[in-house]
T-cell receptor, first 113, second 117 residues
């Protein structure tokens, strides 16, 4: 069985500040990990994915995430938040023979001016 | 088409009625997924198709829910005798088939917002 835990359902940062969204996973085999973003009234869009090629993964819009096996984590970061980053972010995992993604409960990011 | 297309975008139905939701995946994508997103919550897996077979339907919440897929094309999700608890956004996604158990990027549609009154 696999699962994803996202710590913090709401995160608020100031424009220009560091963004850190936390994701921990549980998987019996090496996982495939994803971050998706959902802007208001839009569908989900892939930000980045980890498929074992490199532990530090760079995605769109300046986001990146680091896979840490020892911590079973895949936290999402961005050095400097922009107002346009306000959205809901979902971490997801697949693997262990299950192709469908298992999603975390999501983190809503607010960016204050 | 260019992306995953879902219809209708919005559906309001009376409790007890049946509804049918449609998903057109990206051409050539053999894998198709249905998810449900209740207000303020994460995505809940419903069913996964590989071609027109469903190797994983473990997420269907009750026998009122069913889904089918024609070849590697359109899928329909049917909810019979709808209940207010079925109100949610129903999302469809598709992806190419991976190898060796690897998943590939899933592309999502805009979803169907279902409201049961």
């Amino acid at each position: 069985a696999q699962s994803v835990t996202q710590l913090g359902s709401h995160v608020s940062v100031s424009e220009g500040a560091l963004v850190l969204l936390r994701c921990n996973y549980s998987s019996s085999v090496p996982p495939y990990l994803f971050w998706y973003v959902q802007y208001p009234n839009q569908g989900l869009q892939l930000l980045l994915k980890y498929t074992s090629a490199a532990t530090l993964v760079k995605g769109i819009n300046g986001f990146e995430a680091e896979f840490k096996k020892s911590e079973t984590s895949f936290h999402l970061t961005k050095p400097s938040a922009h107002m346009s980053d306000a959205a809901e972010y979902f971490c997801a995992v697949s693997g262990a023979g299950r192709r469908a993604l298992t999603f975390g409960s999501g983190t809503r990011l607010q960016v204050q001016p | 088409g260019a992306g995953v297309s879902q219809s209708p975008s919005n559906k309001v139905t009376e409790k007890g009625k049946d509804v049918e939701l449609r998903c057109d995946p990206i051409s050539g994508h053999t894998a198709l997924y249905w998810y449900r997103q209740r207000l303020g919550q994460g995505l809940e897996f419903l069913i996964y198709f590989q071609g027109n077979s469903a190797p994983d339907k473990s997420g269907l919440p009750s026998d009122r829910f069913s889904a089918e897929r024609t070849g590697e094309s359109v899928s329909t999700l049917t909810i019979q005798r709808t209940q207010q608890e079925d109100s949610a956004v129903y999302l469809c996604a598709s992806s190419t088939a991976g190898t060796g158990g690897a998943n590939t990027e899933a592309f999502f549609g805009q979803g169907t917002r279902l409201t049961v009154v």
